[in-house]
């Protein structure tokens, strides 16, 4: 498990999603980045926890440097995770690879995320993950459009 924070929220990774994306670190130069949705709840105190991502489908378009999912099948994903969560776990916000050691958002992950922010009709925080080859970053946005770094406080390796 990680927990992020930032100094409006904490965002809690479960260990199942952080061990889903382990299997995607781009470690190998051959492969392409990856992502999905992040799917969780949102908790009475604003703060959140990650419990189910989409995974990266053949239909996604990839390369090295790029990702763009294929946005019909994964929100067809998840709509069956919330379906079969009796409609408790909800879209947080969007995951993908970087092949770099430490992710940082590039301008088009940034212009990406404003844009599914505004598509939003809430005022509630968007998370953003990216899966580096040494650590997961995690960034929020809400509707000031402002993107903000959240910070690592906690690590627990799982059982």
């Known amino acids: 498990m990680i927990i992020f924070e930032n100094y409006h929220l904490a965002v809690e990774?479960?260990?199942?999603?952080e061990n889903l994306f382990k299997g995607?670190?781009?470690i190998d130069s051959e492969m392409c980045e990856s992502g999905g949705v992040l799917m969780g709840k949102?908790?009475?105190?604003?703060?959140?926890i990650i419990t189910d991502v989409t995974l990266p489908q053949p239909e996604d378009e990839c390369s090295r440097n790029f990702f763009k999912k294929n946005r019909i099948i994964h929100q067809q994903l998840s709509d069956e995770i919330?379906?079969?969560s009796e409609k408790k776990i909800i879209c947080i916000g969007e995951w993908h690879t970087h092949p770099e050691g430490i992710?940082?958002?590039s301008s088009v992950?940034?212009?990406?995320?404003?844009?599914?922010?505004k598509k939003q009709n809430d005022e509630n925080n968007y998370i953003f993950i990216i899966v580096g080859i040494n650590t997961i970053n995690a960034w929020s946005c809400n509707k000031s459009f402002k993107i903000t770094k959240m910070e690592r406080i906690m690590e627990i390796e799982g059982l």
């Open 42 to 48: 949102r908790l009475k105190n604003g703060n959140i």
């Open 13 to 17: 990774l479960t260990s199942q999603v």
């Open 24 to 26: 995607y670190i781009q």
């Open 109 to 117: 992950d940034k212009i990406s995320w404003i844009r599914n922010v």
């Open 82 to 84: 919330w379906v079969n």
């Open 103 to 105: 992710p940082s958002p």
